[in-house]
């Protein structure tokens, strides 16, 4: 099974930054794609960024160009960088791992961290 945790949360001013990593553990064969999703209150969960192994990226168009995510193979964790933080922008951001658990032939499976609170002040 894995595990992810996330980390880096906190309470900003609008123009800011802040760095959210998501470490994932436990046992499997590989970790897949990685993302950062977001859900403010009253409003669904929506995608922030997403990343595969090879490094491509996807963004919400809401993000791109303040936010980048990223990641590190060999200590399987996914960053994400979000500078420029508006008021919109506040949220638990929750990470994402799509993983295989026994061999490359093994169906994804997808897993979910607990979230961490982003909060901007105007």
């Known amino acids: 099974q894995v595990q992810l945790v996330e980390s880096g949360g906190g309470l900003v001013q609008t123009g800011g930054s802040l760095r959210l990593s998501c470490a994932a553990s436990g046992i499997f064969f590989s970790i897949d794609a990685m993302g950062w999703y977001r859900q403010a209150p009253g409003k669904p969960r929506e995608l922030v960024a997403t990343?595969?192994?090879?490094?491509?990226?996807n963004y919400a168009v809401a993000v791109k160009g303040r936010f980048t995510i990223s990641r590190d193979n060999a200590k399987n964790t996914v960053y994400l960088q979000m500078n420029s933080l508006e008021p919109e922008d506040t949220a638990v951001y929750y990470c994402?791992?799509?993983?295989?658990?026994?061999?490359?032939?093994?169906?994804?499976?997808?897993?979910w961290g607990q979230g961490t609170q982003v909060t901007v002040s105007s």
């Open positions: 994402n791992a799509d993983f295989r658990q026994q061999n490359f032939f093994s169906l994804p499976s997808s897993v």
């Open positions: 990343i595969t192994t090879n490094g491509a990226t």
